[in-house]
């Protein structure tokens, strides 16, 4: 696609941009510190490439998109070909299931997201001061090259919401879905968020992490440097449990743990469980400017709460350590309602090649879009919060 001096230009693999470029886009606000997010970092994306985990037999066929004026590059994104649905954590089997119940081809299709990974971010990476150019040419990019290959469908998901309505703008197909977040109104500690509950539900909790932290081990918490490679060697076997039996099979790569120890240890905070000198459970974070991310969870023995402790609380009180505003704690899960988490909208984009199929996902979505808004107001009334701040603490 290209127009006077704008045009877009397919990736087959990130080592055809330089680092600083892709980042001047991605994550241009790290030049101060911390991106807002790790996941779209050159870092991260590159680790996944390099290790295997994507490309190859995968499912995910790296295409990144380059949007350039002139000889400046002005935005990216992180496309892949997809031959399946998995990893993406925004359901659409039942779409390829309509539409090759009515003689259509669903696979492949183009996907704009961060592969194996349900944390809300920007997917249009544009340089400050070419937002609306920037998205525009990779949108037209993107959908020109789905068009071109006689692909079913293009898909940006766990996009922000600002690029939500703006996509929607351009007319994509606007989806809205539910994830659960811990929000930090200004907690000095823990203490300070078990007193914004309810009685019952601070006692459960309470209940809970006791239980927790008398399974007769160490926790502890590790980030930075702190973290090596044997660490790793222990988080694996954890990841392969609960990769085999949620999906099959992991997937990531043992090699990307090893990149992550390389190049991704200052954006992660490791929790590791540790009994009688041994690993025997673990959970992965992300760390973002103002947002801490909870990816994996695994154990090779089975203890009363530990999941919620490693994966929930620990997050909590490390978010509100560091003074985070927000742990997004991954995809689904009502289970972490009564544990702090409260419903919030997700958001993806859709384009669909045939006109017929785009409208009646069109109608579907928009069904869905009022039911999603129900289940978040009530399911916000039936959170674990005091309703009337000012009463007695019993």
């Known amino acids: 696609m290209s127009s006077q001096d704008l045009s877009v230009t397919v990736l087959t693999s990130l080592s055809e941009i330089d680092p600083e470029t892709w980042d001047a886009c991605a994550c241009p606000e790290a030049a101060d510190g911390r991106p807002m997010d790790p996941f779209t970092t050159y870092r991260f994306l590159s680790a996944l490439e390099d290790s295997g985990s994507v490309g190859g037999r995968s499912g995910w066929d790296p295409r990144y998109l380059m949007a350039q004026q002139g000889d400046e ?18 359901f659409d089997h039942n779409w390829a299931h309509a539409l090759e119940q009515a003689g259509g081809r669903y696979y492949p299709k183009l996907q704009i997201a961060v592969p194996f990974t349900p944390a809300t971010g920007r997917r249009f990476l544009t340089k400050p001061g070419f937002e609306a150019v920037g998205m525009s040419a990779l949108v037209q990019g993107a959908v020109q090259l789905a068009a071109n290959n006689e692909l079913s469908s293009l898909h940006a998901t766990f996009c922000t919401e600002a690029e939500a309505i703006a996509g929607a703008q351009m007319g994509l197909l606007h989806r809205v879905t539910t994830q659960y977040h811990w929000v930090n109104d200004g907690y000095g500690s823990f203490d300070d968020f078990l007193a914004s509950l309810s009685s019952r539900k601070r006692k459960n909790i309470r209940k809970e992490r006791a239980k927790a932290q008398a399974f007769g081990g160490t ?20 990841y392969q449990d609960t990769g085999a039996r949620k999906w099959g099979s992991p997937y990531l790569t043992r090699a990307f743990f090893d990149l992550a120890q390389e ?3 200052d954006d992660i905070a490791l929790i590791m469980c540790k009994l009688d000198g041994q690993y025997v459970a673990g959970a992965m974070n992300l760390i973002g400017r103002e947002v801490l991310y909870g990816r994996y969870w695994g154990c090779i023995q089975d203890f009363p709460c530990l999941h919620f402790e490693a994966c929930y609380y620990q997050a909590i009180d490390f978010a509100i350590a560091q003074g985070l505003k927000r742990v997004e704690a991954g995809a689904q899960g009502e289970h972490k309602l009564a544990r702090g988490y409260l419903p919030a ?3 993806s984009l859709h384009w669909i090649a045939d006109q017929g199929f785009s409208d009646a996902v069109a109608r579907y979505l928009e069904a869905e879009r009022k039911a999603v ?3 978040i ?8 919060f005091r309703k009337d701040q000012r009463e007695e603490q019993q």
Do not use: C, M
């Open 73 to 90: 590059v002005i935005a990216v994104a992180p496309l892949y070909g997809k031959h399946h649905s998995q990893g993406e954590y925004i």
């Open 219 to 238: 926790i502890e918490v590790l980030t930075g440097n702190q973290i090596e490679p044997h660490h790793w060697d222990a988080f694996w076997v954890f």
């Open 263 to 265: 190049r991704l240890r």
């Open 345 to 347: 909208p997700t958001h």
């Open 373 to 375: 808004d129900e289940d």
């Open 377 to 384: 107001e009530i399911l916000t009334a039936y959170g674990p």
